[in-house]
């Protein structure tokens, strides 16, 4: 296989995942027009790879494909956020349960030096090694509940979570920093259902934060659409 061919599926996801932090951010509103070559000059990649993330999107409800319009984001509320954060409540609480139980010493370790990095980050205000600790803590959870098929719906869930920008959410890096602390404690005392309890009530929290920043913005953006993609991201 050719290096190009290797390197183009690494591509389609980097583009997936960038537009679809933009769109749940709300950088991107409801019938914004996305132009695959504007996204790929943004991303300085081909506009092949481009164009297969937006078909992606299309097929996961991001986007909608319109004739003579070509791809424009599909319809999102402030609610349809909160309802996506509560079904990964469910599952993250399960996950948090399981986990606990399993939990080793050395896992307990690990976990508490991951939080005290991400306190350490937010403290400096260092928006990507927060978010880059926060997806390690949450992963090793999910990794120690060591149940294949949940973690599997998970991720099925969480491609609609973005980790770009979160941290700029007003809020946030404080909330994660609290829920982090509580559910810890939990898991610490081998206490599962109030494990459970924490980190159900930390990914509504944490939705609940996105879902209020979507709406205050697109609010604050609602004024007729120029059709100019991404040029205004």
Do not use: C
Not at 46 to 68: D, I, K, M, W
């Amino acid at each position: 296989m050719s290096e190009r061919k290797r390197v183009r599926p690494q591509l389609s996801d980097e583009a997936s995942s960038y537009v679809r932090a933009l769109i749940m951010s709300g950088s991107l509103r409801p019938g914004t027009q996305v132009r695959p070559e504007v996204l790929a000059e943004a991303l300085q990649i081909s506009t092949t790879p481009v164009r297969e993330a937006l078909q992606s999107l299309r097929v996961e409800g991001f986007l909608e494909l319109v004739p003579r319009k070509g791809f424009l984001v599909a319809p999102l509320t402030g609610k349809d956020i909160r309802d996506i954060f509560r079904v990964q409540a469910l599952i993250g609480g399960e996950l948090a349960a399981r986990a606990t139980l399993n939990a080793t010493d050395a896992d307990l370790a690990e976990l508490e030096a991951l939080h005290h990095e991400l306190i350490a980050a937010a403290a400096r205000h260092d928006d990507a090694l927060l978010e880059e600790k926060n997806h390690a803590f949450h992963r090793e959870i999910n990794l120690l509940a060591d149940s294949r098929k949940i973690i599997w719906a998970m991720g099925l869930v969480s491609r609609y979570v973005p980790r770009r920008f979160y941290s700029s959410i007003e809020g946030w890096p404080k909330a994660t920093v609290d829920d982090h602390s509580k559910l810890l404690d939990a898991i610490r005392s081998k206490d599962a259902e109030t494990a459970r309890s924490e980190m159900e009530e930390h990914l509504i929290h944490s939705g609940e934060l996105l879902a209020a920043h979507f709406d205050e913005r697109i609010a604050a953006e609602a004024v007729p659409s120029d059709d100019s993609g991404l040029a205004r991201v």
